[in-house]
């Protein structure tokens, strides 16, 4: 039987069997996902969204109430409600429901795009500090375990660098923010002239 290798696996034999091309490479891993949430900047994203969309999760919350409240009273009157007043009743349930469906929908949609922009915004800036810092300390591979596609069994924490780059990051991207203005202070007049 003849077993087909994937491409991580792959990799790790060319690392391990070429260690002269390698030259005391070393292995990393790292949560890509959790470094790009811990950094300032992905907690600042994950802030403005919930500004943006906390809104609209209250609403849609409160349409479901709205919807759970008429299902109670049509279950509570089941037996002394006329037909026209049940079927009303179901009507507007139905109505609810769709619209709800139909703004949950919308709002995911809306929510997905702007999570899926921030993300590759994010994941392109933190990519940068990722190879910075591998090339700096001499890692020849970084594996992302937080993805489903990367069959990592184990991995010792002494070669998670998922802290070290969320550190880096912060730190660089502090760097590169603009200065804050500095107030402005009124030009004295040279001397000897007038306002």
């Known amino acids: ?12 034999l060319v690392a391990v069997a070429a260690p002269a091309q390698v030259q005391n490479g070393k292995i990393a891993v790292i949560n890509l996902q959790s470094a790009i949430v811990s950094t300032k900047d992905g907690q600042k994203a994950a802030a403005e969204l919930e500004t943006k969309y906390g809104p609209r999760r209250k609403a ?10 008429l299902r109670d009273q049509l279950q509570k009157g089941q037996n002394t409600l006329s037909d026209a007043a049940k079927n009303d009743l179901y009507k507007n349930i139905d109505a609810k429901t769709k619209l709800l469906n139909r703004d949950m929908e919308d709002a995911s949609a809306e929510l997905q795009q702007d999570q899926d922009r921030l993300l590759q915004d994010l994941s392109q800036k933190i990519q940068v500090v990722i190879d910075k810092y591998a090339r700096d300390n001499g890692y020849a591979l970084v594996i992302d375990v937080s993805s489903q596609q990367t069959p990592v069994v184990y991995a ?40």
């Open 1 to 12: 039987m003849k077993k087909v290798m994937g491409p991580l696996a792959a990799a790790l």
């Open 156 to 195: 010792s924490n002494t070669i998670d660098i998922t802290k070290e780059v969320v550190d880096l990051y912060d730190k660089s991207s502090a760097a590169m923010a603009p200065a804050a203005p500095a107030a402005s202070v009124p030009a004295k007049p040279a001397p000897g002239t007038t306002k």
């Open 60 to 69: 849609v919350s409160d349409k479901q109430s709205e919807i759970n409240a």
